[in-house]
């Protein structure tokens, strides 16, 4: 039952980064750039969260997973610190 929740999480961020990319291609808005990015960071952190429950149980994942999730985080701050209109 979680994995299907893990799983409902990644597909809901691969969506939402999907939608902010095609936005940012229509629009040139380089704000939904930086957060269509992080969407993408944070489906791949979801999918890692999926195989460390699933695949690879014996093996640590979290720093990747907490790597992944850090780096979307500033992507996005760095977005709307520089991207400023």
């Known amino acids: 039952m979680i994995v299907f929740v893990y799983a409902l999480c990644a597909c809901t961020s691969l969506v939402c ?3 902010l990319m095609i936005g940012a291609r229509r629009t040139r808005s380089r704000m939904l750039l930086w957060a269509s990015i992080c969407f993408w960071l944070m489906t791949a952190a979801n999918v890692v969260v999926i195989l460390d429950s699933m695949v690879f149980r014996g093996v640590a ?5 907490h790597g992944l ?9 760095y977005g709307l610190i520089m ?3």
């Open 17 to 19: 980064a999907v939608l």
């Open 83 to 85: 991207e400023d209109r």
């Open 69 to 77: 999730s850090l780096a979307a985080v500033c992507i996005l701050v």
């Open 61 to 65: 994942l979290w720093p990747v997973r």
